[in-house]
């Protein structure tokens, strides 16, 4: 199966605001363009105090936080996975259980990688897998005759979401219960939808096409999905804040890619990273993480 979103702007500038010594308020993660790789960053829910918290080589091409608040989970593009510190942006490596692993995300629990692979060695033949380290335990979540990535962890770590397709104009959101094995597909008949995240009311937040450019909505269970966003220009990844009240996402409105932050109705639509760095994939730091 292949599929294809709006190409990726090149990047253009270092980070506007790089602040070394101790861990500023940091509400947001995010994927900065640090004028040779993505790296990962930190700011405030306002954009205030941005600062790239790694700086070593190769893309990353996906972050999570664990629940201390303190580091995060980082895939790379050489499928590598590593968990990062980020008062100092000290790597410790991950002994992963497959080679090539591709989207990554660490458990709310903080025990356990959730991961895309295909064993086969094929793209359209990856499934969804979850990982504890270090005991080394590994096993396939899903089994689906279609490709099956990005998953996406529900807040009680109980369920994953996933994405999968049949081929050709279809790619929608899935939802695999971990202790039945039981998946529910939540959208169909919609063209391709992405980048699902989970709120703290069991909503959920994609992106999606269904009404032929690429923006943000949301839906309850698998009714009836609601647009937030209408505009032009590329909107995706879109992630919950910890209360629900808030949305972060990226968008390439205005020419390049950053970080934008909207009410959960799609009102008070922000721009929040740097102006000079191009910014994606926010994730918000979890509840009671220490400052």
Not at 237 to 245: I, K, L, Y
Not at 278 to 287: I, Y
């Amino acid at each position: 199966m292949k599929f294809h979103r709006n190409a990726m702007p090149i990047a253009v500038g270092l980070l506007g605001a790089c602040i070394s010594g101790s861990v500023l308020a940091a509400d947001l993660a995010y994927l900065a363009h640090d004028g040779l790789y993505w790296q990962a960053a930190i700011m405030a829910d306002d954009g205030a105090n941005a600062r790239l918290i790694t700086r070593s080589a190769g893309d990353k091409t996906r972050l999570s936080w664990y629940p201390d608040g303190q580091h995060l989970l980082l895939n790379k593009a050489d499928g590598s996975v590593v968990r990062v510190a980020i008062e100092d942006g000290s790597e410790q490596a991950i002994d992963m259980p497959l080679p090539g692993v591709l989207d990554a995300v660490v458990s709310p629990d903080g025990q356990q990688i959730a991961f895309s692979l295909s064993a086969a060695g094929v793209a359209d033949a990856n499934h969804i897998w979850r990982f504890t380290p270090p005991k080394g335990a590994v096993k396939q979540v899903t089994r689906m005759t279609t490709m099956q990535h990005e998953p996406a962890w529900s807040r009680d770590g109980t369920a994953l979401y996933f994405l999968s397709g049949g081929g050709g104009q279809v790619h929608d959101v899935q939802r695999v219960d971990l202790a039945s094995g039981n998946v529910e597909q939540l959208t169909g008949g919609s063209l391709y939808n992405f980048d699902v995240d989970e709120g703290p009311n069991g909503q959920i937040v994609y992106s999606s096409n269904r009404s032929g450019n690429y923006e943000i909505w949301v839906q309850t269970g698998s009714g009836q999905p609601q647009r937030l966003t209408d505009h032009p220009a590329l909107d995706s990844r879109p992630a919950w804040s910890v209360d629900g009240e808030h949305i972060a996402f990226e968008s390439a409105r205005g020419g390049a890619m950053h970080v934008w932050r909207m009410a959960k109705d799609g009102t008070d639509v922000t721009r929040i990273s740097p102006e000079a760095q191009l910014a994606r994939h926010p994730a918000w730091r979890p509840s009671g993480a220490q400052q």
